[in-house]
């Protein structure tokens, strides 16, 4: 800016005198794609100007981009240049007379390579593990309307890694859609969603971390606000279980006052803490004095923390929340210029508002006392409030110049200042201002101001500039002379969300320049109206139906849909507009008001700005231009300011690790987590979807509701290639069914063990019913237990259980059937209700398990290609196995066993080489499908992609900043050639069949080059470094699947060219051994596999392995201690990868958020819905290592125990 105001008054050297006042304003900033816009403002006679943007490209090639303007007397002209995309460079703004009077001067302006808006929209704003991330590009011009041609989207994964990417994908209407399957065990942290549109990137971040499922509901209910006279606050938290039951235990409430300070040594309160006994729900009441120990304030955030303690099996859970002390319900809003200017108005804006900052709807009387410094007495005077607004206007005289202007505006018992106002700096004396005299204007309304001077005008030149372009100018020739003239001008779509106004006029006496501007709020910035609405009579919907959902708006704009559940609103994953996150009138407005090239220190960091508009003066006029974000080229003389630029003080803070109070002191954790407050639905985005409205006017789509009962929100918003963006109103939609059931059910269950299933019905209904509930058990896999409290009763094998309840009213009811698992195998649980004309069902496996599983199996092969093969198959499990029911395999492809370990879940990504296994299969699939001629099976290909491009996602996890790949993840892991070579490799192979960065191979490649020594070998693994890749075992990809029960029988399967990647199982029971023989030609494989239980420890052990349960177990917490070391032998010192899996009883739960050390130390992975804990350490040595495990049990029902057996 003070470079600027030099170049104006060396334009004044050079051509002042010659030609009288011509003007020529431009925007500072350059964009690219787009006009640039230039205001030429006549003087007293007509004259041709040559206007350009000339410049030097950084690539040292000249840019010149201009053309000749006639201007006429006293008249305004807009010029608009094509500049195209000149790139990065230094550029001006150059005038010059081609005619008459000689004119030439010339302005620097700032090249800005960022001209489009565009968003990306998620649906949800924090994902997890196996998470789809449904993703919507909106790329529009900053007048919103819709850009053509291409973009390029990339995503990003933590460490800056590619993980897909769409290249020259064309937009429609501005949109472009797409999705993303995370893989299971991807790199967590800050993912980027980078869009390159036209040269210009831009870029989204979403999280990818482990949700944290909440224990049971818990809500807190207290007022938003309250005032410090009201002396105390209730706080109200309710707890129960999913099933209904109220939790009972322990409540600690801890409240405390949030100080801000600047100082090194921050301000904190003391937490006041309450204890309370719990059932189900709780009132504590605080008091502000005796408690928290307060003093009144003007406004105070007052932290509340609930944290819960079961009193049985010791689970927390906490939930906060945050509430406002007032002094008064109301505070005074005072905007003010920041200068004033002797002989005119000084207008100050008085609003009434609320916290929020919304003006209050009052009246009264506002009391302004001034006051200057130079000894003169306080004047104090009255202003009128009309619907929560005033104007307090004051005319300081030419005898308080040299002084300061304070003032205090009093409203009842609150106060606002306005301090330390000094005199605008002009020559001569003379100055300009400009007042607003509509207020509240929006699209359609007439904005009218009135423009004042010191002195009598002739000539008048004013601009409104919208979103950083000049979109209209003017000349007014004032005769005769006066000192005010009035503007107006209709607010345009372009002006909001607000517009500023410039004036200025040249002194011919003075020989300078004169000038004023106000930036105006306008309302209603978009144009495109639309509604979206469901062909449903009402918001109720059926589970699992078809729904038509239409949208109205303009024809031929492109819409889009987005269909959520409420609870992820709840839990903030999503906003409340009901287009997931991303988009919303607050990002948009920001982006828009980006353009202007305000200061955002101008804006007082206020979202709702004074109706009246805000005064963009400064020191003196060329303050502001600047302010404005234009520069201008005059013959008359334009003051600039002669300060300094000011530099950044220095803060008492400390740098990040140096101890307490340090700003990132503490670094992001390893392994992000999202802490949910509500139980999500399975279905959390259950419609994603675009498409074109109409002809007439509306545009419709089908889509199924989601299965579940529940509240959700769906949606929308379309871009028109005229009107551009709309946004609708979220419409709220439900499913219900008149009962409906639910169950809380382990996924997996010992043989032996009880278990009490818990059956919650909810109902709809406007009366109490009565339901008959119903426990089917006729395969006879479980055992009920008696009703009869007597330690004789005897079990009866019964074919199913029934249960009546009387559930209330739009309410639900819990019951329990008590169970024993008698058999092992694929259980059933079918669940059936019925009563007074209404049904539900539920229908559910449990996996029953006869102590630990492991898969054994056995393969021969028959080559039968030059006649009849035999073979014998034996399957010999390991002493102290149990085998369970045997499957008799065949198949006519070696590779068939890649085509099964697809459709399987893949093992845990404790290394790099295990995280590499699904790619490096389904590229070996890929490549074999290819050259066999078997790529047109569609299906198998689809999914070989998919856990390609899963497995690719799990590598990178891996990968370095450098390029390179280390064995294990972390900031403290190296780097290992090995595993880089081994990277490199796969990417690119697999690169024809998912997308692969090249940049990726090719930084593997550059770093194995730049690490290789001068001798040409690698440098060694360090002691670190304790896997080495090449000592590792190859594990078979084998996996299992669901085998179909047949009876023992001679058993013959078909292979042909259609089956032949297919295994094909048979069931044969107790068989050990089976023997095969083959008609026809060809090679296939036969083999058995089996799944046994194993109990004891082998003869000779590599591991050592003590569970203990600790002393503080209850029959409600169960704390397990485990002791694992590793038996060595021979020379070896340490072992390899390990998997501990320890599996809980059911109705356990593993609280893993609790032992820090043990994530800490152990890659820990939760499965089977908690009940199994799978611990993977890279490697062990003799050394005894103690494992923590805190299994906390769910509470199942009243006078219901568990089984203990472990």
């Known amino acids: 800016m003070h470079k600027i105001g030099l170049t104006f008054c060396l334009a004044v050297l050079v051509a002042s005198g010659i030609v009288q006042s011509v003007s020529i304003l431009g925007p500072k900033l350059l964009r690219p794609y787009g006009n640039y816009k230039i205001s030429i403002a006549g003087g007293s006679r007509a004259h041709n100007l040559y206007v350009a943007i000339e410049g030097k490209r950084s690539t040292g090639e000249p840019f010149s981009q201009g053309r000749v303007v006639q201007v006429p007397a006293a008249a305004s002209r807009l010029v608009d240049l094509e500049i195209g995309d000149p790139g990065p460079g230094q550029y001006k703004l150059v005038a010059r007379s081609t005619s008459g009077p000689l004119f030439a001067s010339s302005a620097p302006l700032i090249y800005q390579p960022r001209s489009f808006c565009v968003f990306v929209q998620t649906d949800k704003r924090v994902y997890q593990p196996r998470d789809t991330v449904n993703f919507r590009v909106i790329a529009l011009d900053k007048y919103l309307l819709p850009l053509s041609g291409t973009v390029d989207i990339s995503i990003l994964d933590t460490g800056g890694s590619p993980v897909r990417q769409w290249a020259s994908v064309p937009l429609d209407r501005g949109l472009f859609a797409e999705e993303l399957l995370l893989a299971d065990e991807p790199a967590l942290g800050q993912w980027t969603i980078q869009v390159e549109a036209r040269g210009q990137k831009y870029s989204r971040q979403i999280m990818v971390a482990d949700y944290v499922l909440p224990k049971f509901q818990m809500d807190i209910q207290m007022p938003k606000e309250i005032l410090f006279s009201d002396g105390r606050f209730s706080i109200n938290v309710t707890a129960r279980h999913f099933n209904g039951l109220p939790v009972k235990g322990e409540l600690t409430i801890s409240a405390y006052a949030v100080f801000f300070s600047g100082l090194l040594q921050p301000v904190f309160s003391t937490p006041s803490r309450k204890v309370v006994d719990f059932n189900g729900q709780a009132n504590v009441v605080y008091d502000l004095k005796t408690d928290l120990d307060l003093a009144e304030d003007a406004a105070r955030p007052l932290v509340v923390e609930a944290v819960l303690e079961e009193k049985n099996t010791l689970i927390k859970q906490n939930i906060s929340s945050r509430i406002l002390l007032l002094r008064t ?27 929020t900052g919304h003006t209050i709807n009052t009246t009264g009387d506002i009391t302004v006392a001034r006051q200057w410094d130079d000894g003169a007495p306080v004047n104090t005077t009255t202003v009128k409030l009309n619907k929560g607004f005033a104007k307090y206007m004051y005319t300081p005289d030419v005898a308080h110049t040299n002084s300061t202007l304070n003032l205090v505006v009093k409203y009842k018992e609150i106060s606002e200042r306005v301090v330390n106002v000094q005199k605008s700096i002009e020559k001569g004396g003379q100055y300009l201002i400009v007042e607003m005299l509509t207020r509240d204007t929006r699209v359609g309304d007439e904005m009218r101001a009135q423009i004042s001077a010191t002195e009598p005008m002739d000539l008048v030149h004013y601009v409104i500039i919208g979103r950083g372009d000049i979109l209209a100018a003017k000349t007014l020739e004032l005769s005769p002379a006066r000192r005010s003239v009035d503007v107006s001008v209709p607010v345009t779509a372009d002006m909001a969300p607000g517009c500023i106004l410039l004036a200025w006029y040249p002194r011919l006496a003075g020989d300078n320049v004169l000038s004023a501007a106000v930036y105006a709020p306008q309302r209603e910035m978009l144009q495109h109206k639309i509604s979206v609405t469901s062909a449903s009579s009402g918001s109720l919907l059926r589970p699992n ?41 607050y990002t948009i407005e920001r982006e828009v008001e980006s353009f202007t090239g305000l200061k955002h220190s101008l804006f007082k960091n206020e979202d709702h700005l004074p109706s009246l508009g805000l005064d963009l003066g400064g020191r003196n006029s060329s303050d502001v231009f600047s302010n404005a974000g234009m520069v201008l080229l005059t013959d008359g003389l334009v003051i600039a300011s002669n300060k300094l630029e000011a530099s950044e003080p220095e803060t008492g803070t400390r740098a990040p690790q140096a101890g307490p109070y340090a700003f990132s002191r503490v670094p992001s954790p390893p392994s992000p987590r999202y802490y949910l407050t509500r139980t999500l639905s399975p279905h959390v985005t259950w419609m994603f979807t675009n498409f074109t409205i109409g002809n007439d006017g509306v545009g419709t789509r089908e889509r199924w509701s989601p299965v579940t009962p529940g509240e959700w929100t769906v949606g929308a918003f379309a871009v028109h290639p005229t009107l551009g963006l709309g946004i609708a109103e979220p419409r709220k939609v439900a499913t219900a069914l008149p009962i409906s059931l639910t169950a809380e059910l382990p996924d997996t269950l010992q043989k032996g063990e009880t278990l009490a299933v818990i059956v919650t019905l909810k109902s709809t209904l406007t009366v109490d019913t009565s339901i008959e509930v119903t426990f089917h058990n006729s395969e006879q896999f479980y055992e009920f237990e008696p009703l009869e409290n007597s330690i004789d009763s005897a079990k009866k094998i019964e074919l199913f259980r029934r249960l009546r309840v009387i559930v209330p009213a739009r309410s639900s009811k819990s019951t329990a059937f008590l169970v024993t698992s008698v058999r092992s195998g694929e259980a059933p649980i079918i669940i059936e209700a019925n009563g007074n004309g209404v049904s539900a069902s539920l229908f559910r496996t449990i996996d029953v398990k006869n102590g630990y599983e492991e898969k054994i199996w056995s393969w021969a092969l028959l080559d039968g290609r030059r006649g009849v093969a035999r073979t014998n198959v034996t399957l010999t499990p390991a002493a102290g196995t149990k085998i369970g029911a045997v499957s008799l395999e065949a198949t006519g492809d070696l590779l068939a066993n890649a085509l099964r370990a697809i459709k399987s879940p893949s093992t845990v990504a404790a290394d790099a080489y295990y995280a590499l296994r699904p790619l490096a299969r389904a590229c070996i699939l890929l490549d074999y499908l290819q050259a066999t001629d078997q790529d047109d099976e569609v299906t198998i290909v689809k999914d070989a992609r998919l856990q390609a491009s899963t497995g690719y996602q799990r590598l990178m996890a891996f990968r370095r900043p450098d390029g390179s790949f280390a064995a294990e993840t972390g900031d403290d892991a190296e780097s290992d050639v090995w595993m880089t070579s081994i990277a490199a490799r796969w990417l690119s192979r697999s690169s024809r069949y ?21 001798d040409g070998s690698w440098q060694t693994p360090s002691s670190m470094q304790k896997n080495d890749p090449r000592a590792q ?16 029988k001679s058993n013959e399967f078909n292979i042909d060219n259609d089956n032949a990647l297919i295994i094909q199982t048979q069931l044969v029971r107790n068989a050990l051994n089976a023997s095969a023989v083959t008609e026809g030609r060809g090679v296939a494989m036969v083999g058995l596999a089996a799944k046994g239980s194993t109990n004891v420890t082998a003869a000779w052990p590599r591991y050592t392995l003590d569970p203990r349960v600790d002393q503080v177990s209850t029959r409600e917490r169960l704390q397990l201690s485990i002791c694992i070391g590793f038996v060595p032998i021979a020379n070896e010192t340490e072992s390899g990868l390990t998997l501990l899996t320890v599996q809980l009883p059911s109705g356990y739960l593993a609280d893993l958020n609790t032992i820090t050390e043990l994530t800490s130390i152990f890659d820990t992975k939760n499965t089977k819905a908690g009940s199994q804990i799978q611990l993977v350490t890279t490697n062990l040595t003799s050394r005894t290592y103690a494992v923590p495990s805190c299994p906390r049990s769910m509470q199942l029902g009243p006078n219901i125990d568990k089984s203990e057996n472990i």
């Open 994 to 1014: 998912v997308e692969v960065s090249p940049e990726a191979t090719m930084a593997a490649a550059r770093w194995l080059i730049n690490s290789q020594k001068s």
């Open 545 to 585: 139906g078809l729904v038509e959902f239409r949208v109205s708006g303009e024809a031929g704009s492109q819409a889009a849909l987005l269909g959520g559940d409420d609870n992820a609103i709840l839990t903030g994953l999503t906003r409340e507009n009901g287009l997931g996150s991303g988009l919303d009138m």
């Open 329 to 355: 319900p109301y505070r005074l809003k005072v905007t003010a210029p920041d200068r004033f200017k002797p002989t005119l108005p000084y207008n100050v804006q008085i609003e009434l508002v609320n916290s």
């Open 1033 to 1048: 075992t190859v594990v078979p990809l084998t996996a299992y699947a669901l085998l179909a029960l047949q009876e023992t």
